[in-house]
């Protein structure tokens, strides 16, 4: 299959590094597969059979940074091993102070982390979702887990049920709809030896049949949690806490809505490079 390689750059006071990270997520929602950044800009690859220049259009014309121009070029470019391309330019180890290393296996080991994760991606994209998988993991690290039946819903590779896992919570869950995200999050789970985590393709339609959370982690996008807290909240114990993770600083007000419409209170929230992610807590009948 052949594809167009993009070259964005910007001109913008922000960050080359923060602006390649929300430009990747943008990118992936209108069929863009795979992304390569450096302190250059965004290398974005899409099919030529995909391609829309208006919707390309629309999606720079509404990228939520203000100031930031982005302009770029393209060139047509023969099918390559994205898989490959990935992983080497990328995917890079994630490292949270000495408590937790989240690298792959192609990745050097590296000693003095109370906790190593191994996340084989093998997929044909990269989506960016750094920071909230970083500000994820961040909240995690601070919970006692210990006994706890935990949800990861919309799990993707499955590095947060891995991690709930190895807090040694009592029972994790893990969902995704999207098939390639169950095959590895199944893979993910045989490289870290935590194979009692049950591992689900679907959506929020499975949530009646899970039982019930102490502790629900979602980091998705702004649309769907919108729509599915709905289904959040019914499985959450009282008292018992959902992070929300995958969307702007700006986003936190109609999330804080819908969360109030039902039943869930905003404790707290925390950014970083313009995502953010939220603590909420099922109030009714529950305690602080």
């Known amino acids: 299959m052949d594809y167009y390689e993009f070259q964005f750059g910007y001109t913008s006071s922000v960050a080359t590094e923060v602006i390649n990270d929300i430009l990747a997520t943008e990118l992936g929602a209108v069929g863009f597969e795979s992304f390569v950044a450096d302190e250059n800009g965004l290398k974005a690859y899409i099919p030529v059979s995909a391609f829309q220049p208006d919707t390309l259009t629309n999606c720079l014309s509404a990228f939520p940074l203000e100031g930031t121009v982005i302009h770029h070029t393209y060139t047509s470019i023969a099918a390559r091993n994205w898989n490959e391309e990935w992983e080497k330019n990328y995917f890079q180890p994630i490292r949270i102070d000495k408590q937790c290393l989240i690298r792959a296996s192609f990745h050097q080991p590296e000693e003095g982390?109370?906790?190593?994760?191994?996340?084989?991606?093998?997929?044909?994209?990269?989506?960016?979702?750094?920071?909230?998988?970083?500000?994820?993991?961040?909240?995690?690290?601070?919970?006692?887990?210990?006994?706890?039946?935990?949800?990861?819903?919309?799990?993707?590779?499955?590095?947060?049920?891995?991690?709930?896992?190895?807090?040694?919570?009592?029972?994790?869950?893990?969902?995704?709809?999207?098939?390639?995200?169950?095959?590895?999050?199944?893979?993910?789970?045989?490289?870290?030896?935590?194979?009692?985590?049950?591992?689900?393709?679907?959506?929020?339609?499975?949530?009646?049949?899970?039982?019930?959370?102490?502790?629900?982690?979602?980091?998705?996008?702004?649309?769907?949690?919108l729509n599915d807290i709905r289904y959040y909240a019914p499985v959450l114990k009282p008292g018992g806490h959902l992070y929300m993770s995958g969307f702007y600083e700006e986003d936190i007000p109609a999330i804080e809505q819908e969360c109030r419409q039902n039943g869930l209170t905003l404790l707290s929230h925390t950014s970083r490079n313009q995502w953010t992610v939220v603590r909420t807590q099922n109030t009714n009948n529950g305690n602080s």
């Open 113 to 225: 982390y109370e906790q190593t994760i191994i996340i084989d991606p093998r997929m044909a994209f990269g989506t960016g979702n750094h920071a909230t998988t970083y500000l994820m993991l961040c909240e995690m690290l601070t919970l006692d887990l210990h006994g706890k039946e935990v949800l990861d819903m919309g799990c993707g590779t499955a590095v947060l049920a891995i991690l709930a896992a190895r807090k040694q919570a009592h029972r994790v869950v893990a969902i995704d709809i999207d098939e390639w995200a169950y095959r590895n999050a199944i893979e993910n789970c045989r490289l870290n030896n935590t194979l009692d985590i049950r591992i689900e393709q679907g959506g929020a339609e499975l949530l009646p049949h899970c039982g019930m959370f102490d502790y629900i982690f979602a980091n998705i996008n702004r649309n769907i949690l």
